[in-house]
């Protein structure tokens, strides 16, 4: 169409704005519909006006939640275990659209529609309510082209929008990260009730941090954890939409670092490694420092939960291992003492500090990691009735370890300490039962480390520099 006051259009500017809404649908949603269904769509058609956020969710646990690898051999052998009950009950929360169409069960998952394969994905999670609770999977759903969302101005020519605040509060996470033994009553999971429980829950939703202020806050080179400081991430949740000075990122990192052959495997794992190592922090703290051959050497090693807003580790948390890996040498480089070794079969020393959930069946403890050399029996996760331990550090809180040593004759002064917090998303050997061809090697993440140098003769200990 010409311009210029000759045109037939008097607002050629105007008409063309029109013109580019009408557009939107044919532009940005695939060919085979302009509209987004009355039912669950494809993620990829939200791709069209979202790629940015859809990038995100493609490589997260999130999208592999019904179809990753480990979840589908844990899943297998936990339905084995505990019979049918099983079967619903995990998968509400893995496949939530496979569950709400009738498509679970069987538990082998060969009636899983294809959009239920995608696991917890974005027409799933915009049209649940927050009439379901706590815990569980206890969730409600709307099944509607409506998609529920925190900005109160959005609007979208593919689909109604509804602005809900629930999207940014705990409460929303809960929903799933809260779990309980269908039969026993046991605590599985508790998450949310962490966070709940923890300074960072003010009961104030003006200085509360949400779960979505650290986990959907993270972006490359900004963990988000409570131990930095908050950063927005302005930008545009769709392609046509207004520039606005935080937009929500949908990557759902946290403390698993098994991402094999699945999109953006390495920059997520990077990102997991500085979650990591922005939740904890470790301090040496020597008490009787040796002044000679055959004293008496103490210490303490304090780890601090600095940036998680639930305990460290949480979720499956008889599964995680966080533990303390400490070594002391003389000026020679002679080992005095070690603590905390990794073994040929991937178990850890045992004699190390470890900090996680340890469970029991009756009077019988369950053995949920290999020990030093060898690995370990098949372990009974869901039989489990009780928790025997709980060593988690909680959030803002310590827990410390005391060591001890004789200065061995021929030590040469000045002694050095030097600690690690390592962290292992399982056990070695529970990827060993899944995977009994030695295929999945778990990788050892460092969390926090430090050096402390003590013990000179007729000295105070001093600090490395």
């Known amino acids: 169409m010409p311009a210029g006051p000759s045109s037939r259009c008097p607002f050629p500017a105007l008409f063309l704005a029109v013109l580019a ?8 949603s695939p060919p085979a519909s302009a509209a987004l269904d009355n039912d669950f769509n494809d993620p990829k058609r939200c791709a069209a006006c979202h790629p940015d956020i859809f990038s995100q969710w493609e490589g997260s646990l999130h999208a592999q939640a019904a179809e990753d690898g480990v979840f589908r051999k844990f899943y297998e052998m936990v339905v084995e275990e505990t019979g049918p009950v099983a079967v619903a009950f995990c998968m509400k929360c893995h496949s939530p659209v496979g569950v709400l169409r009738g498509e679970v069960p069987p538990a082998t998952g060969e009636k899983l529609s294809p959009v239920a394969l995608k696991g917890v994905f974005c027409d799933f999670c915009h049209t649940v309510t927050p009439r ?21 101005t959005a609007v979208s020519p593919a689909h109604a929008t509804k602005t809900d605040g629930f999207y940014q509060r705990s409460e929303f996470c809960g929903m799933c990260h809260n779990v309980t033994h ?55 949740a769709a392609v046509m939409g207004p520039m606005r000075p935080h937009i929500w990122t949908h990557y759902f990192v946290g403390g698993n670092a098994l991402y094999p052959d699945r999109p953006n495997a390495v920059r997520r794992r990077e990102m997991v490694e500085d979650r990591l190592r922005q939740a904890a922090k470790l301090e040496i703290l020597p008490e009787d420092a040796p002044k000679g051959v055959g004293d008496l050497a103490t210490f303490r090693v304090r780890v601090h939960n600095v940036g998680a807003g639930h305990k460290l ?8 291992e966080i533990w303390l890996d400490v070594t002391v040498t003389d000026a020679k480089g002679k080992v005095l003492l ?15 500090a470890i900090f996680k959930t340890f469970l029991g ?3 019988t403890n369950v053995k949920l990691s290999c020990c030093f050399f060898a690995i370990g029996e098949r372990n009974k996760i869901l039989s489990a009735e009780r928790i025997t331990r709980d060593r988690r550090i909680l959030p803002k809180g310590y827990d410390e370890e005391k060591y001890a040593f004789r200065v061995p004759e021929g030590a040469a002064f000045p002694i050095t300490v030097a600690a690690k917090l390592n962290y292992r998303s399982m056990s070695q050997a529970f990827a060993t039962i899944f995977y009994p061809d030695g295929s999945l090697t778990v990788p050892v993440l460092l969390m926090a480390e430090g050096a402390r140098m003590f013990g000179r003769p007729a000295e105070k200990a001093a600090a490395t520099p």
Request: proline share 9%; with cysteine; charged share 25%.
């Open 21 to 28: 809404v009408l557009s939107l649908p044919v532009l940005f």
């Open 182 to 236: 269908p039969l026993s009553g046991r605590p599985i999971e508790r998450t949310y009730e962490e966070w709940k429980e923890s300074p960072y829950n003010t009961g104030d939703p003006a200085t509360a941090t949400q779960c979505q202020d650290c986990h959907m806050r993270q972006t490359m080179g900004n963990p988000g954890t409570g131990a930095v400081e908050k950063r927005d991430n302005p930008g545009k």
């Open 132 to 152: 379901g609770g706590i815990g569980n999977g206890a969730f409600e759903t709307t099944f509607s082209a409506t998609k529920r969302g925190p900005f109160d």
């Open 361 to 363: 069946i009756g009077k």
């Open 338 to 352: 070690r603590s905390g070794e990794i073994g040929e079969g991937g178990g850890i020393d045992p004699t190390s």
């Open 313 to 320: 580790p949480t979720g499956l948390s008889e599964v995680r």
